[in-house]
Nanobody, 128 residues
Framework: QVQLVESGGGSVQAGGSLRLSCQAS????????MGWFRQAPGKEREGVAT????????YYADSVKGRFTISQDNAKNTVYLQMNSLKPEDTAMYYC?????????????????????WGQGTQVTVSS
């Protein structure tokens, strides 16, 4: 049974930092894709970052480039999202996703329809 367990959300003031964690189990972690998404109330779910766990290549949405970093710890089957210089517009429910439905035609930021498995979400709230 595949499980993605997220943690690390919370409330922070603008300019602050948070680190989200997503621990995966129940499938072959290596050589696949994992990603972070977010969804604010009334908005569509948007991709934030993707990591290819085979070699650690990373891809980001323009809105978070230079502020967010996705990384992995293969020994723990865990992917992280380090979020720095947080802004109020980063406020959302953040979701971890894993395993691409099909191998992408090109490497890059994957969208929500590209993943099979999802975590339960963790709330991030940034106040001004």
């Amino acid at each position: 049974q595949v499980q993605l367990v997220e943690s690390g959300g919370g409330s922070v003031q603008a300019g602050g930092s948070l680190r989200l964690s997503c621990q995966a189990s129940g499938y072959t972690y290596k050589s696949n894709f994992m990603g972070w998404f977010r969804q604010a109330p009334g908005k569509e779910r948007e991709g934030v970052a993707t990591i290819y766990t085979g070699i650690g290549s990373t891809y980001y949405a323009d809105s978070v480039k230079g502020r967010f970093t996705i990384s992995q710890d293969n020994a723990k089957n865990t992917v992280y999202l380090q979020m720095n210089s947080l802004k109020p517009e980063d406020t959302a429910m953040y979701y971890c996703a894993a395993v691409a439905k099909t191998w992408p035609s090109r490497m890059g930021l994957l969208g929500p329809d590209d993943y099979i498995y999802w975590g339960q979400g963790t709330q991030v709230t940034v106040s001004s």
